[in-house]
């Protein structure tokens, strides 16, 4: 494993002394993608952290269409829809082409 930087090691070690409930969101990235660094009861500590998924991931993944209404969109637009894959439909929608047949 490779070694931490000063900067690095520095905000991690800022970060551990933190209390759950006052770490930010970067924060919480930070120890995700530092968890190698962490010891047992600093893993044990920010278990909840390192697991739970991070917020912006959930907020992405309820901003995009469900498949259904990318097909009610299609439809509309006189696309077709059945059988389509949910990139072809995201794109057919994104680019106002329709599907191509292969």
Known sequence: MEQLNDRALAKLTEIVKKE????????KVFLRARQAYLNRRQLRTFGSVL??????????????????QLQKQAKALGYPYVGVSREDLEVSIS???GPQDA
């Open 95 to 97: 680019t106002g082409v």
């Open 20 to 27: 759950l409930p006052s770490l930010t969101e970067a924060d």
């Open 51 to 68: 697991k739970a998924k991070p917020q912006v991931e959930a907020e992405k993944a309820d901003t995009r269409p469900s498949y259904r």
